[in-house]
């Protein structure tokens, strides 16, 4: 994640550096938490499980990048920025996925209607 990450702040100017340890650093700090994790009756119950092995069957976990720029960053334009997506997910028996937020509208101005705020 931090790879890609790291890589496309790099092509959009966020990250200025071409050095790829602090890049991947940088994009850390944008991103400071990972990717995913699995859900359960406490959200964070999990933290003994590998992030390294495969997804078993039967679970629930969410996907949810967060980005956030601080007020101090370098990069001006982008000062702060901040945006997160959280989908869930569930793995059924046979190794396949359901997204279980498909029906969220993912459109700004559908968001913007929902909201009340639409022009």
């Known amino acids: 994640m931090n790879e890609l990450l ?7 100017g966020l990250i200025q550096t071409k050095d790829h340890k602090e890049m991947i650093h940088q994009a850390e700090k944008l ?3 990972h990717v995913s994790h699995y859900l359960g009756m406490d959200v964070h119950d999990c933290p003994t499980v590998s992030r390294d092995i495969d997804l078993p069957p039967n679970v629930v ?11 101090d960053w ?3 334009e982008f ?3 901040g945006y997160r997506i959280e989908d869930d997910v569930a793995t059924s028996p046979t190794g396949g996925i ?4 498909a029906a969220v509208p ?3 101005i559908e968001i913007q209607r ?3 705020t639409a022009e």
Do not use: N, Q, W
């Open 31 to 33: 991103c400071p938490h």
């Open 114 to 116: 929902l909201m009340g």
């Open 61 to 71: 976990f969410t996907i949810e990048p967060g980005v956030y720029v601080p007020m």
């Open 106 to 108: 993912r459109d700004p």
């Open 74 to 76: 370098p990069v001006k």
């Open 6 to 12: 790291a890589a496309s702040f790099s092509e959009l």
């Open 79 to 81: 000062r702060g920025i």
């Open 98 to 101: 359901e997204l279980l937020t």
